[in-house]
C-alpha cells in the first residue's frame, strides 16, 4: 500500500537535482522519478 504524488511544477534548471537529492535522503520516500515536459 502507497500513494502516488504527480506534482507540475516550473523552476530553474538546477532544482530538479536538488529535488531529487532531497527525495533521496527522505526516510518516507521510498521511489521517485523526475521528468521533464518540453511544450
Known amino acids: 500500500e502507497g500513494y502516488y504524488v504527480l506534482l507540475k511544477f516550473t523552476s530553474s534548471p538546477d532544482f530538479p537535482a536538488e529535488l531529487d537529492r532531497i527525495l533521496g ?6 521511489r521517485s522519478l523526475i521528468t521533464v515536459r518540453h511544450d
Open 25 to 30: 535522503i527522505t526516510d518516507g520516500i521510498i
